[in-house]
């Protein structure tokens, strides 16, 4: 937390800086010449364009890869009578994928997803994909 106040303070200072050398910069204390107060402005700008992607990355967290840590319940998997295929209908159905998309990805008809999802919807007892997908996590059979 310390950190962060000190970077956030010092980045209010630097700006503040700035403004201040750009007032005088543009009041004509500094130079009538136009074309250094343009390159004033730029560099400022560009300064904090780099200071931005800088601290984006330096606060920026790792992506946790929760998938490797995940463990499906295998009962759970059995009790609802799912077969493999139906498993994995049901994981492209939690990423969102439509069923002509599930059907190109596993290089299946449409119809033939359709009677999987149908098929998924009855064994977890819901009516809506999006019904089967929270039970599904419920169950710790989707992640």
Do not use: Y
Request: charged content about 20%; overall charge positive.
């Amino acid at each position: 937390m310390r950190k962060t106040i000190f970077i956030f303070s010092g980045l209010a200072l630097a700006f503040l800086a700035l403004i201040k050398m750009n007032k005088f910069s543009l009041s004509g204390n500094m130079s009538t010449n136009g074309h250094l107060k343009e390159w004033i402005l730029i560099i400022s700008a560009a300064v904090f364009i780099i200071l931005g992607i800088v601290l984006s990355r330096l606060f920026q967290k790792p992506a946790k890869d929760e998938s490797s840590s995940f463990v499906p319940n295998e009962q759970a998997i059995k009790t609802s009578g799912l077969s493999n295929r139906e498993l994995e209908i049901l994981s492209l159905m939690a990423k969102g994928l439509s069923n002509k998309e599930i059907g190109k990805q596993l290089f299946i008809s449409e119809s033939t997803v359709k009677s999987h999802v149908s098929n998924v919807l009855s064994k977890l007892n819901s009516s809506r994909r999006t019904q089967a997908i929270q039970i599904a996590r419920d169950k710790n059979i989707l992640m």
